[in-house]
């Protein structure tokens, strides 16, 4: 074998191992972000409350009824409310065709977003909203259990904060049914929700 095919082979094989690595990485992360498995309950459990101060846990997205879920935060300018203001419109066309979706709104600022500023948020949008917050403590760990990304921005003399804007489709056993991306098709992300609640 010439010295060039023996770099080549070398090359290809480093390449090899970097891409069975980042696949053993990426297998990893998701199995510990859908709670152990093909199959499971997508997400880790949780302990928040929702905008009337009442306790919440996993159990509410696993009592049969499918649930479009979406993390996010009151201060937020434009991802979050268009993204409430899209699923409480979908919502209501498909109670409206006799259908139940639950629209989950998960605060990653519990800082400012005690449970009345969350009543107040999402009373504006739609009153079938439910607002989870909690410590600042619990809210990570959700939200590391379900593989969203958060993080608090410097600006000014206050904060923003950078966040996943995926809304996730969870059917009536709490398992990953699909996602809705932010931006998407009105037209693809209904279909989504049609397939979810039938």
């Not at 929702?50 to 009151?74: H, I, S, Y």
């Not at 608090?152 to 995926?166: E, F, I, N």
């Not at 699909?178 to 979810?196: F, H, M, S, V, W």
Request: hydrophobic residues 40%.
């Amino acid at each position: 074998m010439s010295g060039l095919s023996a770099v080549r082979v070398a090359l290809w094989a480093i390449v090899a191992l970097m891409l069975g690595a980042a696949i053993a990485l990426f297998a990893v992360g998701r199995t510990s972000n859908t709670g152990g498995g093909e199959g499971a309950p997508y997400g880790s459990g949780f302990s928040l409350v929702d905008q009337n101060d009442q306790p919440v846990t996993e159990a509410v997205l696993r009592d049969g009824t499918p649930a479009a879920v979406f993390f996010g935060f009151t201060h937020c300018p434009e991802v979050c409310p268009t993204t409430l203001f899209e699923l409480a419109g979908h919502q209501k066309a498909l109670k409206d065709e006799g259908k139940v979706l639950q629209v989950v709104f998960v605060s990653v600022d519990p800082e400012r977003d005690t449970p009345a500023v969350m009543k107040d948020y999402v009373s504006a949008v739609s009153p079938d909203i439910k607002a989870l917050t909690g410590s600042p403590e619990a809210v990570s760990t959700m939200a590391k259990g379900w593989g969203v990304y958060a993080r608090k921005v410097p600006q000014g003399d206050s904060y923003t904060m950078d966040h996943t804007a995926t809304v996730f489709l969870i059917d009536g056993e709490g398992k990953l049914a699909g996602t809705i991306a932010y931006g998407e098709n009105p037209d693809t992300a209904r279909q989504k929700l049609e397939r979810l609640t039938s």
